[in-house]
């Protein structure tokens, strides 16, 4: 049973920093796409980045265009955690995250959420 749960969420002001962490269990994690996404209210839920390990400590991110150059995704596989690194907040970044992992195994595509966690950014 693949378990992901994620932390770091909490009230910022913008400009300010957060780094959101998603600590995975119950998988092989190094197979794993990792992402994040968010979803504010009224809004649908949106891909913000993601990560992939191609072998060894060669990792593939890709981010939204809104978040580029102020978010950074990383993971740790030795603990089986990816990252969020969140610089220079704005208040339209105010959302729910979601930690997302994705598979592909013998044709069948597994997908896992976390429950999310709440970053508001506001003065």
């Known amino acids: 049973q693949v378990q992901l749960v994620e932390s770091g969420g909490g009230l910022v002001q913008p400009g300010g920093s957060l780094r959101l962490s998603c600590a995975a269990s119950g998988c092989t994690f190094t197979t794993y796409v990792m992402s994040w996404y968010r979803q504010a209210p009224g809004k649908e839920r949106e891909l913000v980045a993601s990560?992939?390990?191609?072998?060894?400590?060669?990792?593939?991110?890709n981010y939204a265009g809104s978040v580029k150059g102020r978010f950074t995704i990383f993971r740790d596989n030795a603990e089986n955690i990816v990252y969020l690194q969140m610089n220079n907040l704005k208040p339209e970044d105010t959302a729910k995250y979601y930690c997302?992992?994705?598979?592909?195994?013998?044709?069948?595509?597994?997908?896992?959420w976390g429950r999310g966690t709440q970053v508001p950014v506001s003065s």
């Open positions: 997302h992992a994705q598979n592909t195994y013998l044709n069948h595509e597994y997908n896992h």
């Open positions: 990560i992939t390990n191609v072998g060894g400590s060669t990792n593939y991110a």
